[in-house]
Every structure is written in C-alpha cells, then in structure tokens.
C-alpha cells in the first residue's frame, strides 16, 4: 500500500468530523476534548501530508511528534472528564505533567524532534488502553442502559483497538522485534490502517450516541 492510498483511507475521519461540528453546540462537554482531538486528527492528517510531498518532508515527523503530546493529553483530559480519577485534579494534573515531562526528555533529550519518537508513543499509547479498560469495565458493570447506545463503550473499544496495533508498529520501527520481515511489516502497517478506518467509523457512531448537554434550571 503506497503513501497516497495510506492518506486517502486516513481521511475516513471527515464522517466523525462532519458530525462533530453538526452536533457540536448540542452535546454534553464532557465529549469536548474528544471532538477536538478529531478535529485535530484531520488537521494533522492533510498538514503531514503537505509537508511529506515538500522540499523538508522531516517537517512531517516534527508535525507527528507534536500530535503525539497532544494526543495524550486531550485523551487524559477527556478521561478526567468522565471521573476516572474520580474527580481529582492532582492526579488529572500529576498524568499530565508526567506525559509532557516524558515527551520532552524522549524528543528533545534522548533524540532529537526530527526523529521519530516511538518510544514515547508506545508509553502513552499503553496508558490509553489502560484508561480505556479501566472505563470500559465500569461501563459494562455501571450502564443499565443499552450499551451499545453509550458513546464512551465505542471510544473505549476504538481506542483499545487502534492503539494496540499502534504500539506493534511501533515496536517493530525500534527493532525490538528484531526478526521481523518485510513481509511481515508490510502485513503489520496495512492491518494497522484497517485498524485506522475501523476505529473512525466508530468514533463517528460515538459521536451520534453523545448525550445532550444537561439544562439545569435554577430553584426560586
């Protein structure tokens, strides 16, 4: 699969985006940092593409590099929002500095930012999962609803899913899987963008599921 086909099927986040900002006014806050992570997403997507066709194509890893952090912290945000950490601040906090604190000395420190920074990827992408098993399990045990209509159930298996393959990738480009073939890679990067269209689809069907945001009227 080559690079423009690769960034064609990247763009199947358009549909989740299409539907974030028609909703966007309407929906529970909470969900905010999520659409502005999509949103993110697709910006990122078409600025890494400009800058991989131009004269300086390492400005592309500076751009992925970069959306890493961001990633990870507009995901914890959304986690704190949805009382993880049970509603408490220092920890919300405490993720967060740790992550960029973690970025800064893996990207700016051990390499350099026009070096791709896997290792970093893989840290906090295993954060994510463990923050989206964590909610999943208390989605499954806590929502009498049907679950299948809880936005936070298909953010939490899209995550699961396109992060565990994400870290598989990234291993691979550390050689910590050293037999690895070219075969094999080849195999790994296509199933990881199937991954990629699969998880948006499921985050545009998160996104239709997202609550209204709560009126409160207040008492006399």
């Given amino acids: 699969m080559n690079d423009t086909v690769r960034f064609v ?3 199947s986040i358009v549909f989740a985006v299409l539907i ?3 909703r966007f006014r309407k929906i529970d806050k909470s969900y905010y940092p999520f659409l502005y992570r999509i ?5 990122v ?3 890494a593409r400009i800058f991989f066709l131009s004269d300086e194509p390492r400005r592309f890893t500076i751009v992925t590099n970069t959306f890493s952090i961001l990633d990870y912290c507009l995901f914890t945000w959304m ?4 009382r993880l950490f049970n509603g ?3 920890v919300f906090i405490s993720f967060l500095a740790t992550g960029f604190a973690a970025w800064v000395y893996i990207t700016l420190i051990l390499q350099n930012i026009l070096a791709p920074n896997f290792i970093f990827r893989v840290l906090y992408s295993a954060i994510l999962i463990a923050f989206s098993v964590n909610t999943f399990n208390k989605v499954v045990v806590t929502d009498r609803r049907n679950i299948f209509h809880n936005p936070r159930f298909w953010i939490c298996i899209g995550i699961i899913i396109f992060y565990t393959f994400f870290i598989l990738v990234c291993l691979v480009n550390l050689n910590v899987v050293s037999s690895a073939s070219k075969l094999f890679r080849s195999n790994l990067q296509f199933i990881n963008v199937c991954s990629n269209i699969l998880v948006n689809f499921l985050y545009a069907v998160a996104i239709v599921w997202i609550p209204r945001k709560q009126n409160f009227i207040r008492p006399f």
């Fill in 9 to 11: 099927l990247s763009l």
């Fill in 20 to 22: 974030g900002i028609v």
């Fill in 39 to 43: 949103f993110l997403v697709l910006i």
């Fill in 45 to 47: 997507e078409i600025t």
């Fill in 79 to 82: 986690f704190h929002n949805w």
């Fill in 88 to 90: 408490n601040r220092t």
